[in-house]
C-alpha cells in the first residue's frame, strides 16, 4: 500500500497533501495523455485518478469529501451555466426535427435501457431507474472536451442541445424514480416531491438568470473582474441551494438558458469562466478518478457494457433517422450520436443526488450504472475527440 | 491556357454577386457552415446560384441576368429568403459587410474543393486572410472592345463605389479607422490593383498569353483586379464593394453603376488615357479610408473635390440615364445617402458605440441582413 510507512499521527496532518500528491500525479497522466499521445486529456485525468486511487485508499479521507464535494459542485455549476448559455429555444421552433429528435432520442434510450434492464432481471423500479440514468450525456464531459478541441460546427451546436434537453429531462427523471421508490410515502408525495424540486430549481434558476442579466448591464462579464463576479454569484448560488436542499445542477443549467433567452445580448464569457473555472473542472475530472469505487465496478461487468452499446445504439439510430428532416448529414448524426454517449450519471452520483435519494433502487442499480460510467469516461472522450474530427469540427 | 473567347452579351444588363458572412447565433463570430446551409438548400430544392467560397464561413448568392433594378431586388430577396430559412434550421446567422469585426483569420477552414486548396497552398495565410466579403456586379457588353471601353471607363467611378459600398470598418476586433479596411487583404495579393491600359482585346489577349506563358497566372480569374472583363460570360466584372448590410443597397449600388456604364457607353464623354491612372490608387485609398468624406483629384483638371459631391454631381448627369433604365428611384435613395452622409460603416460605428459590444453590433448587423 502506498504511504503506509505513514503513521495514523502522521496521516492526520497529512491527508491534504497525500490528497495534492494523488491530484498531481492524475495530472501528469492528463498531461501524457494530451501532449504526448495526442488524446483527451480528461481521459488521462480520469485513469490517473483512478490508478492512484486504486493504489490507495488514503487518498481522499472522510474529512475531505464535503471539500471535495464543493469542489465538484462549484465546478459542475460553472459548466451547467455554461452548457445553458449556449442553448437558443428559438432554434426548437424554427427546426421541429430538431426538437422531435430530442425527445426521441430521451425516450428510445430510456426505453432501450430500462428493457435491457428488465432482461438482465432487474425489477420494474431498479429498471426504470437504470433507464432514467441512461438518458443524460454528460454536461461535463461534453462542455470540456469540446472546450479541448475548440470545437465548433453545426455538430457542435446540435451536440449542446441534446445535451441540455438530455440532461434536464434525465435530472428529472432520476429524482422522479428515485422517489417512486418503495422508501416513498405514496406516489403522490413521490410526485409532489419532483415538483417542489422542480419549481425549486426553476425559481432558482430565474433569480440567477436575472442576477447575470441585471449585472451585465453595468459591468463587462468578459473580463477578469467581472468573470470574478460571476464566481461570486455562483458561489453564493451554491449555498443557497444547499441551504435549500436543491441538488446544483437544474439551477445553473436553467438560469443559463434563460440569460441565453430573455436577453438577446450575446453573452460573451471566457471558457469555464476563466482560468479559475478552467482549474476547478480539471480537478473535478481528477477527483472524479481518484472516488472510484472498484468493487462497484467489478460488479457491473459484461451488463454495464451491454448498456453502454444499447444506449449508443438507442441515441445513434434516432438521430440517424431524423438527420435529413433536421438538416444534419448522416456523417454528422454519427458524428453526435459518439460524442453523445458520456453519461451524466456521473454528475449525479458526485453531486450527490442519488445518495440524498437514499432509495433502495439507487443502491441496487450501483454496480451497473458505475461501471458503465467508467467505460464511458475512457472511451466516450476518445469517442468525442474522434466523432468531432470525423466531421472536420476540430480546428486541426 | 489561352483566354477564353469573349461572348457578346446584350448590353448593360447586369448581374450582383453578394458574399456572404455566416455566423453562430451564441457569440455571432464566423462559423464554418457553408456545407451545412448547402446541403440544406439542395435537399430543399431551392433554386438560384448559392455556392461556397475562399473559406467555410463564406457564401456567395448571385442573381440572374438582369435588365432593371427591380428584378434583382425580386431575385436577390428570393436568395436571401431561402439562406434565411435554411440558417435557421440550422441556428445560424448570415449576414452583410465587408469584414467580420472580430474573427480570427487563423480559425477560418479553407473549403474543401480543389481550385480553393490550390490558392491555399499558393497563398499561404493569405488565403484565410481573404474571409472578407464583397459585391461583385457584372456589366453585359455586347463586345470584347465596349468591355474594355467600360473597364477603363468605370475606373474613374472605382471610389464612389467604394464609398457608397463602404461597410468594413473593424478588423480583429479593431476600428481601423477606415471606412472599408475590406480591400487592404486584397491589395496583398500580387495580381490586385489596375488592369493594364489596353483598349483592344487582341492586346489585351497578347498579354494575357504573356502572362500565362510566365506562368504566375493560368486564368482570369488569378487577376485580383477592380474591374476585369469576364469574357465567358460577356462582361466586366466590377469588384472593388464591401457587400453592404441589407440586399436592398446591394440592389441600388449595382443600379448606380450600370446607370454610370450606360451614360459611359451612350455618350462617351471622356477619351481614355493611361493618365487617368496616375490618381488612381490615390483616389480609392481616400474612398477606403474616408468614404464619403475623401478628398479625390480628377485626373485632367487635377481639381480636388469631396467623394460625395462628385457622387451628388455624377447623379445629377446620369438621371436621365437611370429613367431609361427605370432606376431613378434606387439612386435616389442614393443621393439621400449621399446627402445625408449615410454609409453601412458609419451605421456599424454608431451601433458600437451604442452597444459597446462588437458581438451585439454584429447581432445587429445579422437582424438588419435577414429581416
Not at chain 1, 490528497?19 to 495526442?38: D, I, K, M, Q, S
Not at chain 2, 487582341?202 to 506562368?215: H, L, R
Not at chain 2, 504566375?216 to 466584372?237: C, H, L, N, Q
Amino acid at each position: 500500500m502506498a504511504f503506509s510507512f505513514l503513521t495514523p499521527a502522521d496521516y492526520a496532518l497529512s491527508a491534504p497533501l497525500i490528497l495534492v500528491v494523488g491530484v498531481t500525479l492524475a495530472l501528469a497522466v492528463g498531461e501524457v495523455f494530451g501532449r504526448v499521445l495526442h488524446l483527451p486529456r480528461i481521459t488521462g485525468y480520469t485513469i490517473g485518478g483512478a490508478v492512484a486511487g486504486a493504489m490507495s485508499d488514503t487518498w481522499v479521507s472522510s474529512s475531505q469529501l464535503p471539500v471535495i464535494q464543493g469542489i465538484i459542485n462549484l465546478a459542475l455549476m460553472v459548466l451547467l451555466f455554461e452548457l445553458g448559455s449556449r442553448v437558443n429555444l428559438q432554434w426548437f421552433r424554427h427546426n421541429r426535427p430538431l426538437l422531435v429528435s430530442c425527445i426521441a432520442e430521451c425516450a428510445l434510450s430510456f426505453l432501450a435501457c430500462a428493457a435491457l434492464a428488465g432482461f438482465l432481471g432487474f425489477q420494474l423500479a431498479q429498471a426504470l431507474m437504470i433507464g432514467a440514468l441512461a438518458v443524460g450525456t454528460s454536461p461535463a464531459v461534453v462542455m470540456r472536451m469540446l472546450g479541448e478541441t475548440a470545437a465548433r460546427g453545426q455538430v457542435t451546436q446540435r451536440l449542446l442541445a441534446h445535451t441540455a434537453f438530455n440532461s434536464v429531462v434525465c435530472f428529472v427523471l432520476v429524482k422522479l424514480f428515485a422517489s417512486f421508490s418503495p422508501g416513498a410515502d405514496s406516489w403522490f408525495s413521490a410526485l409532489g416531491n419532483t415538483l417542489i424540486l422542480l419549481v425549486g430549481a426553476l425559481f432558482s434558476g430565474a433569480i440567477l438568470a436575472l442576477c447575470f442579466i441585471y449585472l451585465r448591464r453595468f459591468i463587462n462579464l468578459a473580463d477578469e473582474h467581472g468573470t470574478a463576479l460571476l464566481f461570486a454569484i455562483l458561489m453564493l448560488a451554491f449555498f443557497a441551494l444547499e441551504f435549500f436542499h436543491i441538488p446544483p445542477l437544474l439551477p445553473p443549467l436553467l438560469a443559463g438558458i434563460a440569460v441565453r433567452n430573455l436577453d438577446p445580448r450575446p453573452l460573451v464569457l471566457p471558457r469555464h469562466l476563466g482560468s479559475l473555472g478552467g482549474t476547478l473542472v480539471i480537478l473535478l475530472f481528477c477527483l472524479q478518478g481518484l472516488t472510484i469505487e472498484w468493487q462497484h465496478i467489478y460488479a457491473g461487468g459484461l451488463a454495464a457494457l451491454a448498456l453502454v452499446l444499447v444506449r449508443a445504439a438507442a441515441k445513434g439510430s434516432v438521430l440517424w433517422v431524423f438527420a435529413p428532416r433536421s438538416g444534419l448529414s448522416r456523417r454528422q448524426a454519427l458524428a453526435i450520436g459518439g460524442c453523445l454517449t458520456p453519461f451524466a450519471t456521473s454528475s449525479l452520483v458526485l453531486t450527490g443526488v442519488l445518495h440524498q435519494a437514499g432509495s433502495e433502487v439507487v443502491a441496487v442499480v450501483f454496480p451497473i450504472v458505475l461501471s458503465a460510467v467508467l467505460i464511458c469516461e475512457l472511451i466516450c472522450p476518445l469517442a468525442m475527440q474522434w466523432s468531432l474530427r470525423f466531421c472536420s469540427e476540430t480546428n486541426e | 491556357m489561352s483566354l477564353p473567347n469573349f461572348s457578346p452579351s446584350r448590353a448593360l444588363t447586369f448581374g450582383v454577386e453578394l458574399e456572404l458572412q455566416i455566423v453562430n447565433t451564441f457569440d455571432y463570430d464566423l462559423t464554418p457552415g457553408a456545407p451545412d446551409l448547402l446541403r440544406v438548400l439542395e435537399q430543399r430544392g431551392v433554386v438560384g446560384d448559392i455556392k461556397p467560397e475562399m473559406t467555410s464561413s463564406m457564401i456567395e448568392i448571385a442573381t440572374g441576368v438582369c435588365e432593371r433594378v427591380d428584378q434583382a431586388i425580386d431575385e436577390l430577396t428570393d436568395l436571401r429568403d431561402s439562406l434565411v430559412d435554411a440558417a435557421r434550421t440550422l441556428d445560424l446567422g448570415i449576414a452583410g459587410g465587408g469584414t467580420h469585426a472580430y474573427q480570427q483569420w487563423r480559425e477560418q477552414q479553407i473549403t474543401d474543393a480543389q481550385r480553393y486548396q490550390q490558392l491555399s497552398s499558393i497563398y499561404g495565410y493569405l488565403a484565410k486572410q481573404f474571409t472578407i466579403f464583397g459585391q461583385h456586379v457584372h456589366i453585359g457588353a455586347p463586345s470584347a472592345d465596349v468591355a474594355l471601353y467600360l473597364m477603363h471607363g468605370l475606373s474613374r467611378y472605382v471610389p464612389h463605389f467604394i464609398a457608397l459600398s463602404a461597410s468594413s470598418p473593424f478588423v480583429q476586433g479593431a476600428d481601423t479607422g477606415f471606412a472599408s479596411a475590406r480591400l487592404n487583404s486584397v491589395f496583398a495579393f500580387p495580381l490586385s490593383g489596375r488592369a493594364p491600359f489596353v483598349e483592344r482585346w487582341p492586346d489585351f489577349s497578347t498579354y494575357f498569353d504573356k502572362m500565362t506563358a510566365t506562368g504566375v497566372v493560368a486564368s482570369m480569374k488569378d487577376f485580383y483586379w477592380d474591374i476585369r472583363p469576364k469574357p465567358e460570360y460577356g462582361t466586366v466584372e466590377v469588384r472593388v464593394m464591401d457587400t453592404p448590410l441589407g440586399i436592398l443597397h446591394s440592389a441600388h449600388i449595382a443600379a448606380y453603376i450600370q446607370a454610370v456604364a450606360r451614360w459611359l457607353l451612350i455618350e462617351r464623354p471622356f477619351e481614355l488615357e493611361e493618365d487617368d491612372y496616375l490618381v488612381y490608387t490615390f483616389n480609392r485609398f481616400q474612398a477606403c479610408r474616408f468614404g464619403f468624406e475623401g478628398e479625390i483629384v480628377h485626373p485632367r483638371t487635377h481639381e480636388r473635390y469631396s467623394i460625395a459631391e462628385d457622387i451628388v454631381a455624377t447623379l445629377d448627369i446620369i438621371e436621365q440615364h437611370a429613367m431609361e433604365l427605370g432606376s431613378d428611384k434606387a439612386l435616389g435613395e442614393l443621393r439621400k445617402r449621399v446627402l445625408n452622409r449615410q454609409s453601412d460603416a458609419s451605421w456599424l460605428r454608431d451601433c458600437f458605440a451604442e452597444t459597446r459590444l462588437m458581438p451585439d453590433m454584429v447581432r445587429h448587423q445579422v437582424n438588419h441582413w435577414m429581416q
